[in-house]
C-alpha cells in the first residue's frame, strides 16, 4: 500500500541550477572558452529539461497511485433485509456499496495540522483497516464490511510501522452517514511497529446506530488509511408468529389521561423524568435517580437516588438509598441510605416501599420500608419486587431454590412459583391482579410475556427483532408500556394488554447494564 498523500503534481519542487563562477583569463584565450562555455551550458540545459520532464511525469505516476491507496476499491456489501429469530430463518438479501467522499481523495482539503510535526528518514506507515464487530452477546465475528444491528462494538484493527513513540502524533477521524462525529489528535505512545487493536463503541455498551461508519488514520498530519463499515438498520421479521385477532376491536387507550414516570440514561447517570402516555409534555425532574414509582395518589415519586444525587438535594453521609420527591420533582429527600439498592415500588394501597439490594452476600433480596423512612421488619429473598394490587403480596425474580418468577406473601411466607425460566425477570402485576407481565430471554433475545397469576396462560406479546423489556401496565390494565432496541437504540413503546397495536412514544432513552434501574410506572 502506498503511504504517500495525494497532492498536485505541480507542487513537486522542480531542478535549480546556479550559474558557474570563473576565475580571469588571459583575453585570447577568452573567446575561445566563451564558446565552450556557451557550447556547455546548451547541452546543460538540454540535459535538465529531460530530467525535469522525467521527474514531473514520475511525479504524476506516483500521486495517482497515492490517490488510488487512499480510496480503496471497498467490496460490494452484503445487508440482511431482516434478522432471523433463530439464526436459520432464511432472510432476503441486497447489496450496498459504500460511496467514497472527497475528503478520502484529496487529503490536504481538511488536514489535521500538528504544529510540532517533523520530518522523518522514515515515514510513518499504517495498513488496511480490518473491522470486527462485537454483538450484544458478547461473540467478536470475523473482519466483514456489514455488521448486525445488535453489534455493541467495533474492533478497527491495522499494521503499523516507522512511529516513534512520544515524537509522532496520530489521528483518527469517525464519520456516520457522512458527517463527522469524532475527531481526536494525541501523542503516538505504542512500538515502533506493531499491530493496533482501536475499539468504538458507546459508553452504556448499546448497539451503535445503524448506517454507514467511515475512518481515517492520520499520521503527522498526513492521511494513512482509510476503512469503512455499514450497520444493518433493524427490521421487522416476515415469519413471526400471528398474534390473535381479537374478536373486535379493542377500545382506544385513556393515553391523554395517564402520565408516566421512566429514565433516561446518557452513559454516566440515570436521570427521572415524566411525559404524557402519547409520549408528550416530557419533562426532566432529577439527575442521578432512577427506577421511579408513583404513589397511589400520584402525588409523589419514589426512586433509588445515584451516586452524586447530593449535587442536587442536600444529605448527610452517602449518597445512595430511596428517595421520595413530589411528583414535579420538588423536595427530593431520602428516606433510606442504601449502596447496592435497585428496582423501587410503591405499594398501590401507599403503606410499603419495596426495594432489592445485595447486604453483605451475592443474593439479592427484598427489603421494605415505610414512608416515613422507618425500615419494615422482614424481608424477602429475591429482587425486582412489584406488588399486588391490596399490597399483600409481592411477583419477584428469585432462586428458591428453584429459578424463576414468585408469588410471595409480603411477610415471606406461602411462596409459589409462577414461571420456571431461568432467565424471566422484571415482573409487573396487573392492576385487576390476575396476570403478571415480564421479560423472558431466549437465545439472546428478550422479548415481553404475559401470565395468569395462577400460572397458566402464558403468551408471548412482542416478537421483533432487538430486546423488548421493562414492562408496566396502564392504571385500566388495557395497556403495557414496555423499552425496545427493536430499532437499534432504547425507546419506548406502547401496546393493547394482548400485545397489539405497538408503537413508538418516546424515543432514545438510553439504558444501562442493569435495567431494574429502568422500570417505569404509570399513574
Not at 522523518?120 to 466483514?144: Q, R, Y
Not at 477521524?173 to 487493536?197: C, I, M, P
Not at 402464558?458 to 425496545?484: C, E, H, K
Amino acid at each position: 500500500m502506498s503511504n504517500q498523500s495525494p497532492g498536485n503534481p505541480n507542487s513537486m519542487p522542480k531542478p535549480s541550477f546556479s550559474t558557474p563562477q570563473y576565475t580571469t583569463e588571459p583575453e585570447r584565450k577568452r573567446k575561445n572558452w566563451l564558446w565552450l562555455g556557451v557550447g556547455g551550458l546548451g547541452l546543460l540545459a538540454c540535459v535538465a529539461a529531460v530530467i525535469a520532464s522525467g521527474l514531473i511525469i514520475y511525479n504524476r505516476s506516483q500521486n495517482d497511485e497515492a490517490a488510488q491507496g487512499n480510496n480503496p476499491a471497498l467490496p460490494t456489501i452484503v445487508i440482511r433485509t431482516a434478522m432471523p429469530l433463530d439464526g436459520e430463518t432464511a432472510v432476503a438479501l441486497a447489496s450496498v456499496t459504500p460511496t467514497l467522499t472527497a475528503r478520502h481523495k484529496i487529503s490536504q482539503t481538511q488536514p489535521i495540522t500538528v504544529a510540532d510535526a517533523v520530518s522523518v528518514a522514515n515515514e510513518p506507515e499504517f495498513g488496511p483497516i480490518c473491522f470486527k464487530p462485537v454483538t450484544l452477546n458478547g461473540d467478536m465475528l470475523a473482519c466483514n464490511g456489514t455488521f448486525p444491528p445488535t453489534t455493541v462494538e467495533v474492533h478497527a484493527i491495522f499494521e503499523y510501522a516507522n512511529m516513534t513513540p512520544d515524537r509522532d502524533k496520530w489521528a483518527r477521524v469517525w464519520y456516520h452517514n457522512g458527517s463527522e462525529v469524532l475527531r481526536v489528535k494525541e501523542d503516538w505512545t505504542g512500538d515502533v511497529a506493531g499491530q493496533f487493536d482501536y475499539n468504538l463503541n458507546t459508553s452504556d455498551k448499546q448497539p451503535l446506530s445503524d448506517g454507514t461508519w467511515e475512518l481515517e488514520l492520520y499520521a503527522n498530519g498526513q492521511l494513512q488509511t482509510y476503512g469503512a463499515f455499514i450497520i444493518q438498520a433493524a427490521q421487522a421479521v416476515t415469519n413471526t408468529p400471528v398474534l390473535p385477532t381479537p374478536t373486535s376491536a379493542p377500545a382506544p387507550l385513556p393515553i391523554a389521561s395517564y402520565k408516566l414516570a421512566f429514565t433516561k440514561w446518557d452513559g454516566s447517570r440515570h436521570s427521572v423524568w415524566t411525559a404524557d402516555l402519547d409520549g408528550g409534555n416530557q419533562r426532566f425532574l432529577l439527575d442521578f435517580s432512577a427506577s421511579p414509582s408513583w404513589s397511589p395518589d400520584g402525588s409523589q415519586l419514589t426512586f433509588y437516588g445515584e451516586e452524586g444525587i447530593d449535587t442536587q438535594a442536600a444529605v448527610s453521609g452517602g449518597t445512595n438509598g430511596v428517595w421520595i420527591m413530589g411528583a414535579s420533582g420538588e423536595n427530593p429527600r431520602r428516606i433510606l441510605p442504601e449502596g447496592t439498592g435497585h428496582a423501587v415500588d410503591w405499594s398501590p394501597v401507599g403503606n410499603l416501599i419495596a426495594f432489592s439490594a445485595a447486604r453483605g452476600g451475592p443474593d439479592r433480596r427484598i427489603y421494605f420500608v415505610y414512608p416515613d423512612g422507618n425500615p419494615a421488619p422482614f424481608e424477602i429473598l429475591g429482587e425486582q419486587p412489584s406488588f399486588s394490587p391490596d399490597g399483600k403480596q409481592v411477583v419477584v425474580k428469585a432462586c428458591r431454590p428453584d429459578c424463576g418468577l414468585w408469588i410471595v406473601n409480603a411477610d415471606d411466607t406461602n411462596p409459589r412459583r409462577l414461571t420456571d425460566g431461568g432467565t424471566d425477570g422484571l415482573p409487573a402485576f396487573s392492576p385487576d391482579g390476575r396476570k403478571i407481565a415480564f421479560s423472558r430471554n431466549i437465545d439472546d433475545n428478550v422479548d415481553v410475556y404475559v401470565v395468569n397469576a395462577n400460572g397458566s396462560g402464558l403468551r408471548q406479546l412482542t416478537t421483533a427483532p432487538g430486546n423488548d423489556s421493562v414492562p408496566a401496565w396502564t392504571p385500566d390494565g388495557r395497556g403495557i408500556v414496555f423499552r425496545s432496541t427493536r430499532n437499534g437504540v432504547w425507546q419506548i413503546y406502547l401496546m393493547n394488554a394482548d400485545g397489539s397495536n405497538q408503537h413508538l412514544i418516546i424515543d432514545k432513552v438510553g439504558a444501562g447494564d442493569e435495567w431494574a434501574f429502568d422500570k417505569m410506572s404509570v399513574k
